[in-house]
């Protein structure tokens, strides 16, 4: 289908470039030079989103038989395991569906994936695609938005007992946080973790039973205080693995401090990739890797946050981030670490 698109619009660009060739013609119409070159800028940008599009429909069939990767992302993505993937079905637009995106991994090499959705269970989601997808782990979660309850022990009691075991993360909310709705400037409904200073109490009933099952703690889009809240009051019940959800991305914006003390606390620092290319990449991956230095490889987690549409792929953009992490002075053994190791500890892979 993508292909056909594509000769599609290159059978376009060729009926414009034909034109322009009309339009250029001494023996035929008159057109002033600024129309002339106007009309090949419009035909150059036709070519360019084609090559674009043909590019991504190569590198998607071609990740889907295995290949698609150059040799060093390919040996940085065997074994690993993206503790943060996006995929349909969803209410947003999403790259991927959640069998696809466990495809690619698996053909890529990867160790284990969890789906994340911001509105609805994936639990059970990953118990139908590990059974559409052998030879791969996949996981699920929950995230405490509104359309769950918001702060809700039901929600993560039903999760645990969801078929197959595979919800591992309860994500305190994203989109729906009193933080997130506040740093947007958006006027409607958010879901609170904290007042006064001090959590909820529905909040302390949801750390029990996450405590209970063994389950993964993550601060979602809290903020940088109340995330460190949470992963106190995560400790002293005894939650045994906690994470920081992208703890550098806004709206959470920790300080090397904040994530140093999360640290501390017994949490890992999630770092997730997004599209490593666009306008702003290379100045967040310096900061990226200059805030793992200080805070040391062995607290934090490498993670993709991909499967929005217009994005990179999540394992091809994943295979980017890590090889980004590379370039920026990080060891073989440090990105092995967050990629592998940190993850596998935290889903209980190890």
Known sequence: MAQSAGRQTAFEACDRVNEIRRIADPKGPRR????????????????????????????????????????????????????HVHSEPDSRPRSVDAV??????????????????????????AYIVRKQVPGIDVFGGVDLNLTVGGINAAAVEYMAATTGGFGK???????????????SKENRPFVSVSKGGALVPAVTDVIASIAKHNLVLATGH???????????????????????????????????????????????????????????GPARMDRFADAIKKIGPEFCILSS??????????????????????????????????????????????
């Open 100 to 125: 696809e995106a466990a495809r690619q991994a698996k053909a890529n090499g990867m160790r284990a994936i969890v789906i994340k959705n911001h509105y609805e269970f994936t639990s059970g989601l």
């Open 32 to 83: 002033g030079a600024a129309a002339v070159v106007a009309e090949e800028k419009n035909v150059m940008r036709k070519l360019i989103v084609l090559l674009v599009t043909l590019s991504a429909s190569i590198g998607v069939a071609s990740v889907a038989r295995g290949g698609g990767q150059d040799a060093g992302t390919a040996n940085a993505l065997r074994g690993a395991i993206d503790i």
């Open 305 to 350: 946050d991909l499967g929005q549409r217009g994005n990179p792929l999540p394992a091809p953009g994943f295979g980017a981030f890590l090889a980004a992490m590379r370039a920026r002075g990080l060891s073989e053994q440090d990105v092995d670490r967050m990629s592998r190791r940190n993850p596998a500890t935290l889903l209980g892979l190890q």
């Open 222 to 280: 809290s903020s940088a205080e109340e995330g460190l809240m949470l992963l106190r009051e995560g400790r002293r019940q005894g939650v045994r693995q906690m994470v920081v959800t992208h703890a550098m991305n806004e709206p959470i914006v920790m300080s090397v401090p904040q994530m140093q003390e999360a640290a501390k606390l017994g949490a890992f620092i999630e770092f997730v990739g997004g599209n490593v290319g666009d306008q702003g």
């Open 169 to 183: 993360m309860v994500w305190m909310p994203t989109f729906d946080a009193e933080n997130q709705v506040r740093f």
